[in-house]
């Protein structure tokens, strides 16, 4: 995406996505600009965390139990500060809060974003990659009386627009909304998010898995054949790359073609929902990748067709191209419906 290239902006894309007489248009703008905003905020904090003293723990905990960043605590008010401000957001659903923020509206067609305003923030102390996720749900009712946890349960089937920001060598924004996949680059001097107008597709063929094979032994034997046939006698056999935040090792997948698995696990110790969260990890991906020609499941059922039956709900996570992710399913013994 060379500054000679003519370019489109997020705006363009929600404008071409979207008609004049769509109440939501506006929401998705507002909503969409707060996602820009706190993507160029965030970046320039990371740039500078080490000299700013932001790179450590902040000796907290969070609503999931673990230890929270000083860099999570920065990332959730950013975010949730720009999406109160939007006033086009009725509710936010954070990792980082065990319930729902209520907020005040002004538009008509207020949406829901539930986000995991910093992924992957133990990378932080070590300059590694980091990614902010959002899946934005139009809300099943427009009654701000209801529990806002019953909204979002009751709003998960309509999601209309999943986005996540990549801080890394660049700050990359990938927006998904009505079948398609963009993604921008941030340039740091302007604060524009430029992207070609071209929609990005999943390449086939990929040759890459990622996952953490530390837990190779807690999985069904199933998967632990998966693992090892893709190595030996796969052709060709598959490189791993694994980067310990969801959002760089999506990114490199949707850029290369990858398979990205943390699968559930057995036996006493192991986390029989996996590790990752169904509203704000596992949907906003599914979302990108379906709209980028790939799939998401739990091992067994789409992510897109599964129901939350609670926010912070946890699910075993394989997401990638088409081609690779029903690989995956011949091989385990679980035939794939792509969603
Ligand atoms: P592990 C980060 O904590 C995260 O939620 C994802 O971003 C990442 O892919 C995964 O967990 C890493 O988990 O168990 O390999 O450290």
């Known amino acids: 995406m060379r500054f000679s290239e003519p370019f489109i902006t997020p705006f363009d894309l929600i ?25 160029r905020t965030l970046s320039s904090v990371l740039r500078k965390g ?61 949406l829901l974003v539930a986000m995991d305003p910093l992924d992957g923030s133990s990378n932080i102390s070590v300059n590694a990659p980091v990614g902010s996720i959002f899946a934005v749900f139009r809300p099943s009712t427009l009654d701000q009386n209801v529990d806002p946890e019953k909204l979002f349960l009751e709003s998960a089937s309509s999601m209309i627009l999943s986005a996540y920001l990549l801080y890394s060598v660049s700050t990359s924004l990938v927006l998904s909304i009505e079948g398609e996949t963009h993604i921008f680059t941030l340039d740091p001097d302007s604060g524009e998010y430029r ?57 490199r997948n949707l850029l290369k073609g990858g398979i990205y698995m943390y699968p559930a ?17 596992a949907y906003p991906m599914a979302f990108i990748a379906k709209n980028a020609g790939g799939s998401a499941s739990d091992g067994k059922r789409p992510i897109l067709s599964i129901s939350p039956h609670t926010i912070h709900q946890r699910v075993p996570l394989v997401v990638g191209p088409a081609d690779l992710v029903s690989e995956f399913h011949d091989r385990t013994g679980n035939p794939f419906r792509s969603s």
């Open 265 to 281: 696990e057995t036996g006493e110790k192991g986390r029989s929902a996996g590790k990752l969260r169904l509203l704000y990890e």
């Open 15 to 39: 404008m071409q996505k979207t008609s004049r007489n769509d109440s939501e248009r506006q929401s998705l703008l507002l909503v969409t600009g707060a996602i820009e905003q706190g993507g």
């Open 195 to 251: 992207g070609t107008g071209q929609a990005w597709r999943f390449p086939e063929n990929g040759k890459i898995y990622s996952t953490n094979e530390a837990y190779v032994p807690l999985w069904e034997s199933a998967l632990q054949e998966y693992t090892s046939w893709i190595k030996t006698h796969r052709k060709p056999p598959m490189t791993l790359r694994y980067i310990g935040a969801l959002v760089a090792d999506f990114h």
């Open 50 to 110: 080490p000299l700013l003293g932001v790179t450590g723990s902040a000796r907290v905990q969070n609503v999931q139990g673990e230890e929270v960043q000083e860099m999570d605590q920065v990332g959730q008010e950013t975010f949730l500060s720009l999406f109160r401000r939007s006033r086009a957001v009725l509710s936010v659903l954070s990792e980082e809060a065990e319930k729902p923020e209520i907020l005040e509206v002004d538009q008509t067609g207020p």
